[in-house]
């Protein structure tokens, strides 16, 4: 028996209820496939424990952001370090501006950097700067592009699949008039792109997307389309964002801005930066992040605001990233995976996409075509993903489930996985396979 069927896991889940909120401590962590978090026991290189011993060759690395693997020992002894200085907290240190100075070294958008804790609150800062700077209040994102939880971003098309434009809360608690300020066009459709900007252009403080939709799984940007948001919003004095709290990193260690040569006003960056540890950043043109207090009047503080033991940690995580020939392992052995993962599902005839660039990927259940809108990823069986999903867990690999409708969630591998691990994980998806 999985960690996913013990009586254990059972009863703990059923115990959770009594003091956690459904059960657990964010949303997420329930695998809607299972319908209970996998409990872990501990984490090492590729691979997760569950309460039960079981070892799982873990294809979700904390929703991506464990991208050296865990229990990394630098990044370990990086946070011994941070502990024998006695776990400083609400102070800077000389470490925070080498963290900083490097950021701007590799990210070609990061003339200035301010740090935060979290994702959400990276991308609600740069849109207000966004508003400040430009004195306007509309902003223009992508269907299915995943910003955060914070309210600017909890807005979706009442019909993605159609194009009506009407912009709906996408939870409880916002304000529907807030949509007032949200305009959402197709990711990859430039016509409708066009239209967006020749009626909105000159009300729009900012554009902002995912550069490679990774929350949909994997859906990159079309030709030229990175190019045209740039000139597009640079005409209209737009300011435009990229949201790499998810694509930093994977393809290269400057970013997608790097990878495609479109340097944005602003980007954000989580997740793997700091591997595993709490950390975010804004950062951007220097004029645009000059506005942030105290300088300017954009308000933006934590009392956890680049917490030491996250800095120490991003320091250690940003040297493993830039040793010589990383990236051209990462891309390489990602191209080589995805790949390999294809031809199974060809063979046992699973009518499924495998999209992957550099160390994250999404499988689309149901078709076989390429994926390049979120309408395309909407279209996604999740009937048989979920008999994949924990296919896979009973027999030792474990892929997240993140919905039951729309697109598929992403999944990655770290640099810890080894030859293998993608040989098992191989053999097991074979095997999985020809049971669909």
Known sequence: MTATTTQESADLFAKAHASLASGVSASMRINPYTGRPLYASRGEGAHIYGLDGTRYIDFNMSNGATMLGHDHPAVKQALLQGVAMGVICAAETPFHERLAARMVEIIPAAERVRFASVGSEATLVALRIARAATGRTRFLKFDGHFHGLTEPWLFKRADPLTDDP????????????????????????????????????????????????????????????????????????????????????RTALGGVQAQYGVTPDLTTHAKALANGLPLSSVSGRADLMELLAPAGAVVHSGTYSGHLLSVLAALATLDELSQPGVYDRINATGDAFYRDLQAVFDRAGVPARVQGMGARFGIYFGRTEPVTTWSDAWDHDHEMNQRFVIGCLERGVSFHGYARQGAPGHAGFSLAHSPEDFAETLTVVETVAKTL
């Open 166 to 249: 009407t912009v709906v809360p996408s939870s409880g608690g916002v304000p529907a008039a807030m949509a007032a300020d949200v305009t959402i066009v197709p990711w990859n459709d430039v016509a409708a792109f066009e239209r967006a900007i020749a009626a909105h252009g000159d009300e729009l403080a900012a554009v902002v997307c995912e550069p490679i939709h990774y929350n949909a799984g994997c859906i990159p940007p079309a030709s030229g389309f990175l190019d045209l948001l740039r000139e597009r919003t640079r005409e209209h004095g737009i300011v435009l964002i990229f949201d790499e709290v998810l694509s930093g990193f």
